[in-house]
């Protein structure tokens, strides 16, 4: 018995040697940080602007919805509008990290005002403009506190949300204002992928952004809380406290390059889907009517129809897209044909960065101003703003005054200068300016024209701004039909994602319940449209 | 690791005690007791003397010493031979021959922790196979070989080279590897059956439960050979084995009518886009009828144009000559596969003598594959050995040696990476594969190679001869084994384990060779090491007595165990090269990437079984684990979990008088629980940073056993931003502190019945598991975190196992044996921590549901105006809609061995098979859609196939309506307004390729979902023995014999025709697999 106990005494001798702090090394996992510095947030969170959001980047799906293209292939997916499970992975993939990444600078001891913070503050208000005006009520005030409760959070009304996005905008244009005059962070500038750390053009963008959100308020413009006309008169009275873009180097554009970030069309990819999309019919014919040279520059013409007609390849009748509300299988057999537009070789398939991606853009922010003076909410000369919109956009594409030369490509090599056919065409702004199309007049039919030339303004870029303004004031005409899926008919928002029904049900139902008669579907009108 | 020290010191004081102890006792009477059958000592034979209370129990070699004196009788008994009285007539050296008991011939099993128990004891389900009959009719993977073999248990063989089998006990994989009581970590490739005596299942909780946590669904207990038996004191054995590989069990069902192309057009200009349709192209070109066509080897004419013309009057002008269209390349697939061999040799030689045992074994195995250039080299040594110092002391050791090396292997997962994918689903027959062996194009040998396309496919010839993936891994294990009865009744053992491996594979990307996210096609080289290591040193002593006048037989062992695990893993890869050509990681082009991953984990366990026998009447059993675990947060848990198990067994017909035709009667039942703090069983190349470090390409999981540092801190990850900067990210996962390690809590009961005399017998165990989870549960992401890991979600496992053995035919020379095995088992959620409308508490919980196509109440499907199935997406509210499919899980799984004897000739043949669940037939899908299959040519879509150029005139059969629009259940996706729709016969004409590619859509699957059941005729093994009479002629051959042997001869009942499914047993969604082949050869085994 004596050699049991001694055995038993030696096993529990093993046990304790084998000791406690042995068990408390292997707690910690060697092989990521729990804490690093705001800056490695911020880099992420600023590349991460070049997507998301439900397919947010050029040629993703938000420009199939705002109806630029369109998938032939049926392989390869269709042009349906797929409006189901909302973008909420923005609070856990984007939101959280901003949230991080301004605990990160406070912990490090920066002061209460740091660049971290002030850009914080406008991607948030980014993040839920973007995610409101998708979907509706969204959790805010209770959001992003899983630390401290996993519960699901509460709805924020729309209206709370949009003060909530105008307070940080202006809380961000102050900071800022501070901020550029002190000692710059040059960890801040070197991830800073948009600006280099260049904080008056993050006042500028605070400010741009801020029309962005105010237009899209429109039809609140009576709302005394918003009160948008009073805003958009502060802005435009102070540009030295307001700040805003100045031209196209002002824009908050995502810069592609050869190796790491290229462009999502490019060489590499030609093969892949270069014939499986072609353009959309909303796109080209709004061109093709106001003779409008931007289609040659971002589209091939449909060669069925040069061969035919013996058309030259500037010719505008030869441009045609394909409704994105058609049935698929005609498309294809269509664009097998060569009845429709490609996408143009030579601006995007050439290089590894056709354009820059604009976020937010200079011509857009004519626009809003444009609008705005237009529907009255603050004086000015709502023509000139239009016509600087229309010019700088026009001027994008390289487009100007004189001869200019257009490059095709029928088949062959998109990197092979020598397989392209080229074609000129002779263009003067006050030509098309002053087609009774494009020229700037008052009424109802100005606004179009504002709000046509915007649309236009948006392609391939700024996200989901074109779908949003088309919901907004049906400008331009949407193509609908089978393709476009939920039974032909245009959705007004995305549905929450399915998973708040199961784990915030109580929280989900009281804002579905609220906004759209108990029923989350993608026909529900948001309060923002009504 | 700091427990060396103590564990030396302990083995020192142990030493000391052990010869303090030699001369305790008197020696009265000393003898020896052996088998009469090959007079090997019977280790552990038990001794008394009749009439007293005194016993003793023989050592390893049998010896044996007793209080006794002239006269007095003693009883003899060992587990496997037939008890016997026998009366002292001397008092020493007395040689005492016991005969095997046939009855209970298979009745000795090995249990938890090595122990060997009587299997009437048990109270649980074990079930034994001996590998005798596993080495003849071989598997490259031994596993592989355990099919139908045991009830309940399911291995999904994969028969891609190197490839490792899944297994599942019970529906459920945590499944731990035990040699001779040492858990290792194995991919199962360094396992050698040669060396392996036999395995025993240990299936569930109660049987494993006094294992770790890595045992939560069983354990696989092996084995090892020791010694020998041979009356000379030593042998040598020779096993050869050799078998081909050909005859396919299942092959795509492919067309050879069209070629490449899209709505029947195509025309090669360069291959990457500049023709028509020349380009990552689908297979619904134009038909093969000899119309001239620019093609990928048509003569290059500078300056001159020639003009095609497709049917839909479109044209395509290129200086390529356009020549003939056909069918080049007919079974191009069948043609480029070899013939496989696998060939295994194996020795060892053995020797034993009261003091010492000893075996040495080496083996090889060759595989080459059916695809060419590419093979595999497994190398094993084993050693065990045995000393015995003293009666009382024995130490032991074996040590496993393997080395697996691979220059060249296959990478099958889906992707341009595979042969599969390359050959058999996206090429047409325009191009033979004969002409593809010379792949460089001429003058740009090493940069670019020759095929029919260069975007997205790549030339079989080059892929398997410029395209190397290299495998090499050292695995080891092995055990010292220190027995000690240091006192009457007790002993105590010493168990230090170790097992580690090593591993480096390379992946050698020739320049042009394209695959996903790696279409710049510049080459790569990439490397992968890994290393593991884990020690595990244990201690127990036991003790056995019978007590109260051997009424009360009490069995009991009290132990304890510290595991180490410590792993490390480097995963770099250059992005694309500089030099063409050079694999090396400083030739990258742009800068490396690397990923590395290092962790350890210590686990402290002490642990208890006691078991208990009432006369002959019960046995009754308890086991009891309290671990400490690393991977656990120091919560009020403090780390710490216990689980224990408990269960009783009677024979019935020990005691009570029974039908005559009853010779057996046992019932057994069990509770045990089994628990797991979420180690990972394998882990990939980074980590659990991410998932795969590239866009294609296999995921390749090694061995782990440790945590993912789940309840660590919470953490950054470290990612690659704008212009490849780092930059950081914090968890979407979230832990609840007071998380526990999870629960499954078994109950079984079972019957063991005998009839004739035991010549027939059936074995059923039902099971009832209820495991209480660990797991992630989805949390609102507005929360900041997508889920929380957490105590939650419970499932219920209930099934039922059967195993019938039989002797059908028992003659002088003839005789037949039959087993039986048959299981089922069926999972439900009790508690789902996360809820769908499709899968509530009480649903199964492998329900299959997806998205589908929108039927009428009647089932006949509706098309959508635009001629297409309609999805229920297509229908108003259809976003979110998807129905219920099936299940997953088969219904039950089946296997029948038969073992038939005549004179020296024996024939052994095996079919087993599955019946019910639903497998998704990956291939069957992505041929359908892109126009490849069989299926495609046939019937209407045959018909109407040609008119795919001019728009399609074909009408899907059925209906659609006019007016009103379908509107669905946003959940079910059924129609909710049908009484106010007009539906009408679907007039609609569209290409058979739109028609066929929304058919066997990736999301709608009504149409590429099917049954699973399916039966093999697994192996067939003829054996003559050469009779010994024959033998005595050559002097130094002790016995021989040689085998006919052939495995997966036939596959029965295949309604996924296209693949076999033997690799998803139980698993729904399969991807793309090379064809199936049918393995024959022969064997011969010869003992000196």
């Known amino acids: 018995m004596k050699k049991i106990l001694q055995l038993g005494l030696m096993l529990v001798l093993i046990s304790t040697y084998s000791c406690k702090k042995k068990f408390e090394d292997l707690l910690t996992n060697p092989n990521q940080p729990v804490s690093l510095p705001a800056y490695l947030i911020l880099g992420k969170e600023l590349n991460d602007l070049s997507g998301g959001l439900g397919g947010n980047a050029p040629w993703d799906a938000v420009h199939r919805y705002n109806q630029f293209f369109c998938r032939n292939y049926q392989y390869y997916g269709d042009n349906a509008y797929a409006f189901n499970n909302g973008p909420f992975g923005v609070y856990s993939n984007d939101l959280k990290n901003i949230q991080q990444m301004e605990l990160e600078a406070a912990n490090s001891g920066a002061p209460a005002r740091n660049v971290y913070s002030a850009a914080a503050k406008f991607l948030k208000a980014y993040y839920y403009y973007h995610i409101t005006s998708l979907m509706g009520d969204v959790p805010m005030t209770q959001a992003l506190k899983g630390l401290e409760n996993i519960n699901g959070p509460a709805y924020d009304t729309q209206k709370d949300v949009m003060l909530q996005i105008l307070k940080w905008l202006d809380e961000a244009n102050d900071d800022f204002a501070v901020l550029k005059t002190e000692v710059a962070d040059k960890n801040f500038g070197q991830y800073d992928l948009f600006y280099k750390g260049d904080l008056s053009k993050w006042q500028k963008l605070a400010n741009a952004f801020q029309l962005r959100v105010l237009v899209s308020l429109s039809k609140k413009s009576g709302d005394t809380d918003l009160k948008i006309g009073q805003r958009f008169t502060q802005i435009m009275g102070n540009s030295s406290k307001y700040p805003l873009f100045s031209g196209m180097a002002d824009n908050f554009s995502y810069k592609y390059n050869n190796d790491f970030n290229r462009y999502p069309l490019n060489p590499s990819n030609f093969g892949f889907d270069a014939l499986r999309l072609n353009m959309a019919e909303t796109w080209v014919k709004n061109l093709t009517t106001l003779e409008d040279p931007r289609v040659f520059a971002t589209c091939e013409p449909a060669y069925k129809l040069i061969d035919q007609n013996s058309w030259s390849l500037t010719d505008f009748r030869a441009f045609v897209g394909s409704p994105n509300g058609e049935n698929q299988t005609e498309m294809e057999t269509k664009a097998q044909g060569g009845l429709y537009s490609l996408i143009g070789r030579y601006r995007y398939y050439r290089t590894f960065a056709a354009e820059e991606g604009i976020i937010a853009g200079y011509p857009e922010m004519c626009f809003n101003i444009a609008e705005a003076i237009h529907r009255g909410w603050v004086t000015g000369d709502a023509e000139q703003w239009y016509k600087n919109g229309i010019d700088a956009m026009i001027k994008f594409y390289g487009i100007t005054n004189g001869s200019n030369t257009f490059y095709f490509l029928r088949s062959g090599n998109p990197t092979n200068i020598a397989d392209y056919k080229t074609a000129s065409y002779n263009f003067n702004f006050d030509t098309y300016y002053n087609q009774a199309t494009v020229k700037y007049e008052t009424g109802l039919a100005g606004l179009n024209k504002i709000l046509l030339q915007k649309y236009l303004a948006f392609f391939m870029n700024s996200g989901w701004e074109a779908f949003l303004n088309q919901r907004r004031t049906g400008v331009p005409v949407f193509s609908v039909g089978a393709g476009i899926g939920n039974g032909g008919v245009l959705p007004k928002r995305w549905t929450y994602p399915v998973t708040e029904q199961n784990v915030n049900n109580s929280n989900w139902k009281a804002a579905v319940d609220r906004q759209f008669g108990g029923q989350d579907v993608v026909g529900g009108e948001l309060w923002m449209n009504k | 690791m700091t427990v060396q020290l103590p564990m030396r010191k302990l083995l020192a004081v142990l030493f000391l005690t052990a010869f303090s102890f030699t001369a305790a006792y008197a020696q009265l009477v000393t003898g020896k007791i052996i088998s009469k059958t090959d007079a090997a000592g019977v280790a552990g034979a038990s001794i008394e003397v009749k009439g007293s209370s005194k016993g003793a129990s023989a050592d390893a070699s049998g010896t044996f010493t007793i209080n006794a004196k002239t006269g007095d009788v003693l009883i003899i008994s060992a587990l496997g031979f037939k008890q016997i009285n026998y009366t002292v007539n001397k008092t020493s050296g007395l040689i005492i021959e016991l005969e095997t008991d046939a009855r209970s011939l298979n009745e000795v099993v090995v249990t938890a922790l090595g122990i060997k128990k009587e299997t009437k004891k048990l109270s649980y389900a074990i079930q034994e196979v001996k590998t005798a009959d596993l080495v003849k009719a071989r598997e490259p993977n031994p596993i592989n070989s355990l099919k139908g073999k045991v009830a309940g248990l399911v291995v999904n063989i994969n028969s891609e080279l190197l490839r490792q089998p899944s297994i599942n006990f019970r529906g459920q994989g945590n499944i731990l590897f035990v040699v001779d009581g040492i858990p290792i970590r194995t991919d199962t490739w360094n396992i050698s059956p040669d060396d392996i005596e036999s395995y025993s299942f240990l299936k569930g909780q109660t049987a494993a439960a006094l294992y770790g946590s890595n045992a939560v669904d069983g354990a696989i207990i092996i084995n090892t050979k020791k010694g020998t038996k041979d009356k000379r004191g030593f042998s040598v054995e020779f096993n050869s084995s050799t078998m081909f590989e050909n005859g396919f069990l299942a092959f795509p069902r492919l067309q050879d009518e069209y070629g490449p192309g899209s709505t029947g057009k195509y025309a090669f200009k360069d291959g990457v886009g500049g023709g028509v349709n020349d380009n990552d192209y689908d297979i619904w070109g134009p038909r093969f009828e000899g119309q001239l066509l620019p093609q990928y080897d048509g003569e290059v004419v500078p300056g001159q144009t020639f003009t095609t013309t497709f049917r839909d009057g479109s044209t395509f002008t290129g200086n390529i000559r356009p020549t003939p269209w056909l069918a080049r390349g007919k079974d191009n697939l069948g043609r480029f596969l070899q013939t496989g061999l696998l060939s295994t040799n194996h020795i060892s030689i053995a020797s034993q003598t009261d003091k010492y045992d000893l075996r ?364 490849n900067s780092v930059v950081g990210s914090f968890t979407n996962r979230l832990n609840d502190p007071d998380i526990a390690a999870d629960n499954r809590k078994t109950t079984e009961a079972g019957i063991d019945i005998r009839f004739f005399k035991n010549r027939l017998a059936l074995d059923v165990t039902y099971f009832s598991t209820l495991s209480e989870l660990l797991g992630n549960r989805s949390i609102s992401s507005a929360t900041g975190y997508d889920q929380i890991t957490v105590n939650s979600g419970v499932t219920r496992n209930r099934g039922v196992e059967a195993v019938l053995s039989g002797t059908a035919i028992q003659k002088k020379n003839f005789s037949w044996n039959v087993l039986v095995n048959w299981s089922t088992f069926k999972r439900v959620w009790v508690d789902n921590p996360n809820p769908t409308p499709w899968i509530k508490n009480g649903d199964r919980v492998d329900l299959v549901v997806s998205p589908g196509f929108v039927k009428l109440p009647d089932g006949r499907y509706l098309h959508n105006t635009d001629g297409l199935l309609m999805r229920m997406r297509d229908a108003v509210n259809g976003g979110n809609a998807q129905r219920i499919f099936g299940h997953g899980d088969p219904d039950f799984v089946w296997g029948i061995t038969n073992n038939l004897r005549y004179k020296n000739f024996s024939l052994a043949f095996q079919f087993d098979g599955v019946v019910g669940g639903l497998i998704w037939n990956q291939i069957r899908r992505r041929t359908i859609s892109g126009g490849r299959h069989l299926e495609t040519v046939q019937g209407e879509w045959g018909v109407h196939r040609p008119n795919d150029v001019t728009g399609g005139t074909f009408v899907g059969a059925g209906v659609t309506w006019v007016g009103v629009k379908p509107i669905v259940d946003p959940v079910t996706g059924e129609i909710t307004n049908f009484k106010d729709l007009t539906i009408v016969p679907n007039t609609k004409a569209v290409t058979v390729q739109n028609y066929a590619s929304r058919y066997a859509s990736s999301s709608e699957r009504d149409f590429i979902f099917q049954d699973r059941t399916f039966a093999k005729l697994r192996e067939v093994t003829l054996t003559y023995n050469i009779p010994a009479n024959v033998l005595k002629h050559a002097k130094f051959i002790s016995s021989m014999n040689v085998s006919l042997v052939g495995r997966n001869l036939i596959l029965f009942y295949n309604e996924s025709k296209d693949v076999d499914p033997d690799q998803f047993t139980q698993q729904v969604f399969s991807d793309i697999q090379s064809p199936s082949t049918r393995r024959y050869g022969f064997n011969i085994n010869i003992i000196f």
Do not use: C
């Not at chain 2, 080289?525 to 884990?534: K, P």
């Not at chain 2, 500089?578 to 642990?607: D, H, I, K, M």
């Not at chain 2, 590239?694 to 801190?713: C, N, V």
């Open chain 2, 360 to 723: 040495f074994g080496m083996g090889h195995t060759y595989q080459r594959a059916i695809v060419p250039n590419m093979g595999l080299n497994i190398t094993n040594f084993n050693m065990a050995s045995g000393y015995n110092f003293s009666k009382k002391v024995r130490l032991s050791a074996n040590i496993n040696y393997s080395r697996q090396y691979s220059p060249n292997f296959p990478d099958v997962n889906y992707g341009p990476n595979s042969l599969i994918y390359n050959v058999g689903i996206w090429a047409g027959s325009d191009w033979s594969v004969d002409d593809m062996k010379n792949y460089w194009q001429e003058g740009k040998v090493g940069i670019q190679q020759k095929y029919a396309e260069y975007q997205r496919y790549n030339n079989p010839w080059f892929m398997v001869k410029e395209w190397l993936r290299g495998h090499y891994k050292n695995d080891l294990y092995g055990y010292v084994t220190l027995d000690w009865k240091f006192a009457p009744n007790f002993n105590v053992m010493l168990r230090p384990g170790i097992s580690t491996y090593g591993i480096t594979r390379t992946e050698k990307m020739p320049y042009s060779a394209g695959s996903y996210g790696r279409d710049d096609r510049k080459g790569d080289y990439r490397e992968d090491n890994r290393n593991l290591f884990e020690s595990n040193n244990e201690v127990q002593v036991r003790y056995n007595n019978k007590l109260f006048k051997n009424i009360l037989q009490l069995d009991g062992m009290v132990g304890g165990n510290i595991q180490n695990i410590r792993y490390n893993s480097v995963y770099a890869t250059t992005n694309y090269l500089n030099v063409p050509g050079v694999y090396n990681l400083n030739n990258s082009l742009l800068p490396v990437r690397t990923f590395n991953w290092s962790a350890e984990q210590l686990v402290l366990s002490g642990y208890y079984s006691f078991d208990f026998g009432v006369s002959k009447y019960l046995t009754v059993s308890t086991t009891g684990r309290l671990d400490k675990h690393s991977n656990l947060p120091d919560n009020k848990y403090k780390q710490q979990y216990f689980y224990f198990s408990t269960g009783a067994a009677t024979v019935v017909s020990d005691y009570i008088k029974l039908p005559d035709v009853v010779s057996f009667l046992k019932l057994k039942g069990s509770y045990a629980t089994g628990r797991n703090p979420q180690t990972i069983s394998t882990i990939g190349p980074l980590g659990f940073i991410g998932g795969n470090p590239l866009d294609y390409g296999d995921t390749y999981q090694s061995p782990y056993g440790i945590g993912r540092y789940a309840f660590a801190k919470y953490t950054y990850s470290l990612g690659f931003g704008y212009n």
